[in-house]
Nanobody, 127 residues
């Protein structure tokens, strides 16, 4: 049974940092795209960041425009874990953050391209 489990969310003041983790299990994810989306109340789910397998142990990282320069994404050594380092957080970053994994992802900004999803972790940034 495939599972994606997020952790690391919480309440932080504006300007602060959080690190989200996502651990995937149930199959091999080394060649899967793994990334993060977020959804704020009343808004559509938004692409945040993704790592995509290129070859061997090499991955490419893509960051959404709204968080570029503040968020970074990385893959764990076991390749079934993905991290989202969030710095200089703003109140508009408040959302539920979801981990996603997919094989054969073409348009990584589209949530429909992903096969598996976590339950989400709440991030709240106070002003």
């Amino acid at each position: 049974q495939v599972q994606l489990v997020e952790s690391g969310g919480g309440l932080v003041q504006a300007g602060g940092s959080l690190r989200l983790s996502c651990a995937a299990s149930g199959r091999t994810f080394s060649t899967y795209a793994m990334g993060w989306f977020r959804q704020a109340p009343g808004k559509e789910r938004e692409f945040v960041a993704v790592t995509r397998w290129r070859s061997g142990s090499t991955y490419s990282a893509y960051i959404g425009d709204s968080v570029k320069g503040r968020f970074t994404i990385s893959r764990g050594n076991a390749k079934n874990t993905v991290y989202l380092q969030m710095n200089s957080l703003k109140p508009e970053d408040t959302a539920v953050y979801y981990c996603a994994a997919g094989s054969g992802v073409a348009d990584f900004r589209q949530d429909g391209e992903y096969d598996y999803w976590g339950q989400g972790t709440q991030v709240t940034v106070s002003s």
